[in-house]
């Protein structure tokens, strides 16, 4: 018969006797007078019980030796040691289970504590040594005042536990909970329930996590929210570790950060903002989106930063026309003006005309007009003005519906509405891509105005499989006229294939030209008018007759695989062919632009 291998059984342990409870001891009465019908004693006037190491008062009692406990009377009075004294106008002591009931206007006294617990009903467990109330209480230390409808209190741990309707006051919040832990001694309340937090720098919302009431630091677990004062930024993350003194936030996991009057959120899955400054950072599979401008743009890299910049301008005010001289129209003489000092350099089509040549004869028209002793503005005349800048580090993609970009670093600044695109950038729009060593781009409230490619610049539009519009040159501008390109100028070695077509479209064959400067004019996406000067140089080559290398111009690298598709693509990882990899340069001969 085949043995079943039994457990091991643990040794049966002849669990000890228990102690019989100690009796209560009647220490002094005024009067002690028997009951008729009763087993308990009448005691009247300065009553003292002794009990396992605490002394009990009253004004009169009922005490029952059989059951070894009494009611007690008004100015009730319990004193454990000399740490707990517990107050009350009526008490019940039962003396086998060291169990206290006191009722009415009940008052708990931690001497070293320096804590005092208040509650109309308290059972007070002297064997756990902890009290409870059931009908509303409130616990008060040197900091904090705390009140819920259930508490609990137990000294020696210094812990006391709150259910229901929780308020925590301090001198700079207001906590708001359903279940909440409280220690005593170092301050730290422990949440264990949906929260909310207010003060005077914004609103906490979390369900769990701690917050130290003496240092103002805490972590907010949960997908918890911090909002501050003016209601327009959310942070919120799995983890925030939260220093209001200091008014920053660092989060662990999912971060989300929203700016509502900015137009902003960043996201990671770590972050880092400061609310005094307004800075904050963002990694791990860092993105941004900037919604302050008709389209939005959506970033993603390595490292996301934001950050604020202040400014003090100059307040905008209306001038008092009864300050101001009358002066005639005709008053004024421009005859005298050298039109001739007018000039706009043909070239340089951004440059401004010389006005600083135009002058009417101020002589003349300073003895017409009084002079006015000159105001000094004083800081009531500036308003701060906040501007954003957004900075984001290696691994850079972004998209919007007008333009893609790829790039090492790119920095954005909300004041003049300028994105710069640092080491080896590929910008898309449309079908044309442009590439360079640095790519600036200016934008005009919420459409590209032009794009600066400084050095190396090379674009490409392609046209199809095999052939592709190019041109290159040390810097190139294009300039663009609702969301359409209109016009490029290209300065410096420039170089360039065309296809020009047929009415019907067909490729008539391959213009190749260079020159020290190229400009051409677009419309509706086709070629109007190109300009190369001072001395061109050409050659027009029938398409059947074009060769495999006449093609494509020296460092020409199409980059289509790149580009962000839509603002998910943004997060696809992908880099550059070895193919595609253009080689370094000296930088000795670069100049800026």
Known sequence: MTQVPQKPQSPQKKEPAKAAPKLIKLESAESVTKAQGFDYQVLIDSVVFYHDGAYLYCDSAHYDEKLNSFE????????????????GNYMYYDGNTKLVMVRENVRLENVPQNVTLFTDSLNYDRLQNLGYYFDGGMLVDSLNELTSYWGQYEPDLKMATFIDSVILLNPNFKLYSDTLKYNTGTKIATILSPSTILSDSGTIYTSRGWYNTVTDKSMLLNQSTVVNKEGNQYLRGDSIFYNKAEGYGE????????????HFILRGHYGFYNERTNYAMATDSAFAID?????SLYIHADTLKLIT???????????????????KADSIQTDSVNTDLIKMDSIHTDMQPAFDSI????????????????????????????????????GVRFYRSDMQGVCDSMQFNSKDSVLYLYRDPVLWNEQNQLSGDTIVVYMNDSTIDYIHVKRYSFSIEKKDSLNYNQLKGRSLKAFFEGKKLRRIFVEGNAESIFYPQEKDGAMIGLNWLEGSYLEIFMNDGKMEKLKVWPTPVGKMTPLEMVASDQRRLKDFY???????????????????????????????FDREE
């Open 251 to 262: 989060v662990f996991g999912n971060m989300f950060l929203q700016d509502t009057t900015k």
């Open 291 to 295: 919604y302050s401008q008709g389209d």
């Open 72 to 87: 007690a009377f008004s100015n009730v009075r319990m004193e454990q040691g000399d740490t707990i004294f517990l107050y």
């Open 359 to 394: 002058s009417p004869d101020s002589t003349a028209l300073a003895r017409r007009l009084p002079s006015l002793p000159p105001r000094v503005p004083d800081k009531s005349d500036s308003i701060k003005v906040d501007y954003r800048e957004i900075k984001a580090y290696h």
């Open 558 to 588: 199409w980059y289509d695989y790149l580009r962000p598709l839509d603002k998910d693509d943004i997060f696809r990882k992908v880099s550059k062919k070895a193919t595609d990899v253009r080689p370094k340069r000296s930088a000795v």
């Open 309 to 327: 910049v202040s400014e003090m301008k100059l307040r905008e005010t209306p001038i008092d026309s009864t300050l101001a001289p009358s002066v």
